[in-house]
């Protein structure tokens, strides 16, 4: 079931016709930036065309309906795509315009906040947990700076079997957080605070709870008063329920038995501060820049969150405070049930990727945003190739619901 979906997924352009060339976006200005192309070639026909055949190769082996790409770097130009459908019934395009669920990039706007309390000196990384949130397993131990490392040692809720039932018997339900680490707690810690990397969605629903109390309002009135509104992002929600704003097109998933479903009304209150913002290409373009360059924080806070852990299985791989550093690409990458995400920045060449889609279905065991990322690297920075393999992500024990509506 996609309820791993707000886990890590990473090895962790205007309409066009299914399959069929793709029409460009419109270009963005450019500013000043390395004059070799040896960080990042200038976005010329002949790269966009070869950006093209990536595409639509990826498209089409992956079986992916839709997919939208955003490449931008100072001085080299823009590459704004779409190929596909947004909605398979009807053939209607894919559209730069649409919103869609970024699952655990979600992650770096709950961990912004987090760091920004710490900038305002109401709390500590290195705070335990316990100082909060009673009732957690080694709360006493666990810290601030370990929860948003993935390196607690916590179950991952959405590996429990239960869980995994409830959201299959019904997508559209909603979830409490206190549900969801009831669901976490009840198994042992998988090792012991700051021993080693895994990856847990319970680290979020922890900080989140955190946001809440030491931010004294709800986590989606803190993460727009304090982090989306500074940062200029207008289009960028965290919903409460399952409202998905217009316009957006249809997500595809798999259901028990392998068929293809719609999820696109499912409700993400099962992945909250983890995997249930919304946001658009162009907020996504911006945040990019912003949470990898830190501009929301002290330089100090910025440099602690860039300190990475190896991601074990991935060459040139680590993960930081909510964030990772992929050959050299910052950001963080996401899925729910019927989408996938992946916003990166690349500060060598002040470049940025984004690329949105409209299904979470594996491609060979392989995320698709991954295999777009990977093609599209291979092209535009073969130095900093986004890898194509992932690690060992925490995935459900269950399949998927046969429930055709919403999640």
Request: aromatic share 8%.
């Amino acid at each position: 079931m996609a309820a791993a979906a707000a886990g890590l997924l990473v090895t962790p352009g205007v309409a066009g016709p299914a399959y069929g060339a793709p029409t460009p976006g419109p270009s963005v200005s450019a500013a000043p930036s390395p004059d070799s192309d040896a960080y990042f070639p200038e976005l010329t026909p002949a790269v966009a065309a070869k950006l093209d055949a990536a595409v639509q190769r990826v498209l089409r082996e992956a079986q992916v309906p839709g997919v939208i790409v955003g490449l931008w770097a100072p001085g080299k130009g823009s590459y704004v795509r779409t190929f596909g459908v947004a909605d398979k019934a009807t053939g209607s395009p894919m559209e730069t315009g649409f919103n869609i669920r970024i699952g655990s990039e979600t992650k770096t706007f709950t961990v912004t906040a987090l760091l920004e309390l710490v900038d305002q000196g109401k709390l500590g990384l290195d705070d335990t947990i316990g100082k909060y949130i009673s009732g957690v397993p080694n709360g006493d131990r666990i810290t601030l700076r370990e929860l948003a490392g993935m390196r607690s040692g916590l179950f991952n809720y959405s590996l429990d079997e239960d869980f995994n039932k409830a959201l299959a018997a019904g997508p559209t339900r909603p979830f409490t957080p206190q549900q969801l680490l009831d669901y976490s707690f009840k198994h042992p810690v998988q090792f012991e605070p700051d021993a080693d990397w895994q990856y847990s969605n319970t680290n979020l629903i922890l900080l989140g709870l955190v946001v809440e109390k030491v931010g004294g309002k709800p986590i989606q009135e803190f993460i727009r008063q304090e982090v989306l509104e500074p940062a200029g992002l207008r289009q960028t929600v965290f919903p409460t329920d399952a409202h998905f704003p217009d316009p957006h097109p249809q997500g595809y998933t798999n259901d028990t038995t392998g068929k293809v479903v719609i999820a696109t009304d499912w409700n993400p209150s099962w992945a909250w501060a983890a995997g249930a913002m919304i946001s658009d290409l162009m907020d996504l373009r911006s945040w990019a820049r912003t949470v990898a360059t830190g501009t929301l924080l002290t330089p100090k806070t910025q440099a602690e969150r860039l300190k990475t852990t190896s991601i074990d299985g991935i060459r040139g791989a680590g993960y930081g405070l909510g964030i990772f550093n992929v050959q050299g690409w910052i950001g963080h990458n996401g899925s729910l049930p019927g989408y996938e995400t992946l916003t990166v920045y690349l500060p060598e060449a002040q470049a940025t990727m984004v690329v949105l889609l409209n299904t979470d279905i594996l491609h060979e065991g392989q995320e698709p945003s991954t295999l777009f990322g990977e093609a599209i690297t291979r092209i535009v920075t073969p130095d900093h190739v986004y890898p194509g393999h992932k690690p060992t992500a925490p995935k459900p024990t269950t399949p998927k619901p046969t429930a055709s509506p919403t999640g």
